[in-house]
């Protein structure tokens, strides 16, 4: 059944208590780090986290939260702002595809290959056969990774309400820590809301890899949701620590 | 119907004259060279040209022969060989992908992303599931270079007796200028011939963008036929020179 994204709560539900939950996610957050340590350690799988929303929903905050435990050596983390014109004279994959993560690495996409289907087509910059094509394009693209690299690909859609929309993008006019983030075209935008919500309901829909829907509107919510999704798939790879390998004998 | 490269000759027709088609051959390699500066100044194609063949095959003579008249600018020419360990640690298109012609770009691939499923398959180091799924891949990568940034891809497959390679690479041992090239390696690899023949034909049959069959054992006949394939699928593309583009009134 096609997804309704408005059917979807953005909040979290009434019975999870904040305090326990920031606790569980402190918890969980240094998990990560030690699970990427042993990422890096073993070598053998690569991690991409994919971390797309409207506006304001929260992709910055959920890197430092989610993230901010783990070692720097093996972890990037790559934004994605408006094409090069060397990167527009290529097919949209291209720049991404340089970036996926190696072997024994965890990368974070802001933004990624999506926008290529969601805001470009909002503005009608390319036709609806060139999004079919790429929708296609970017499943054979995931799958690849998938097979060919051992690549856990965990995508997130930060799920914002429009009224919480409203009072994030306020705060960045307000508060002075926050004035970098304030775009004005970022009101602009908003006034495609429902089309926006319409293209992701539809790239959610065909995706082959399936996405993690959060709700962010509280953003203690969002990274509850997102350290349990991610700690529980990192232990499901059943990673294993290196045995030692020495010629010695050190009994 | 599946192909039979036993079936295809490797030589030149016998009502072919030699100097006849060298006259030919000269022309179009300048003609080569005059659409090729016309894909640069209108910059909204890209050519990927992919030579594949056996070892001794005569890849690197196609490329003096054939592209020799181009000028560098907007011409690069990329030889694959055994990846790095970066390389290794990612998917196979990772490396490839990089080197994709951007758009008013002619790109020639001395070996290619077929080598993952020819030596690899040859050789064991992949089993056939890993095989049809990156044949998959590279009928989605190609698909993607075509429609997302209009590349023309012509894939050469040189086609070369048994025989023939016996002389060219003994040429190695004994001509002085011709040393660098001998690799103790291509006479083992040379064992493997039948194995290395019906990979061929299964990546032949099963890519989408259909492949060039050129017979090689006289270089003169393969450059006769490069050319004419190239000459054509460039003018095809119907390019046209920028107009100019000034608001002062020269008439």
Chains 1, 2 share one sequence.
């Not at 014109?85 to 949209?92: G, V």
């Not at 051992?150 to 994030?168: G, M, P, V, W």
């Not at 926050?178 to 995706?207: C, L, Q, T």
Request: glycine share 4%; hydrophobic share 40%; charged share 35%.
């Amino acid at each position: 059944m096609p997804i309704n994204l408005s059917e979807i709560p953005t909040t979290a539900p009434d019975d999870l208590d904040k305090d326990d939950a920031r606790k569980i996610t402190r918890e969980r957050a240094k998990r990560i780090a030690e699970l990427h340590q042993k990422l890096v350690a073993e070598g053998k799988h690569s991690v991409l986290i994919v971390l797309q929303g409207m506006d304001a929903s929260g992709k910055d905050g959920a890197m430092r939260n989610v993230f901010g435990e783990c070692a720097p050596f093996g972890l990037r983390a790559v934004g994605w702002k408006k094409p090069t014109d060397l990167e527009f004279a290529h097919d949209f994959l291209w720049r991404i595809h340089k970036e996926v993560p190696a072997k024994g690495e965890m990368v974070i996409f802001n933004r990624s290959h999506y926008e290529d289907v969601l805001v470009q087509r909002v503005h009608g910059w390319i036709d609806e056969e060139r999004v079919d094509r790429r929708i296609e394009s970017i499943n054979a693209f995931e799958k690849l990774l998938a097979y060919d690299n051992n690549t856990l690909i965990l995508k997130f859609y930060l799920h914002l309400s429009k009224d919480q929309q409203a009072e994030e993008l306020m705060e960045r006019v307000v508060e002075a820590d926050k004035h970098y983030k304030h775009n004005d075209g970022d009101w602009e935008e908003r006034e495609h809301w429902d089309k926006y919500r319409a293209a992701y309901e539809d790239v959610i829909d065909r995706s082959e890899i399936p996405w993690h829907i959060v709700g962010v509107d509280q953003r203690w919510y969002r990274d509850y949701v997102m350290t349990e999704v991610i700690v529980d798939a990192l232990e499901n790879l059943g990673m294993q620590w290196p045995t030692l390998e020495t010629e010695r004998d050190w009994s």
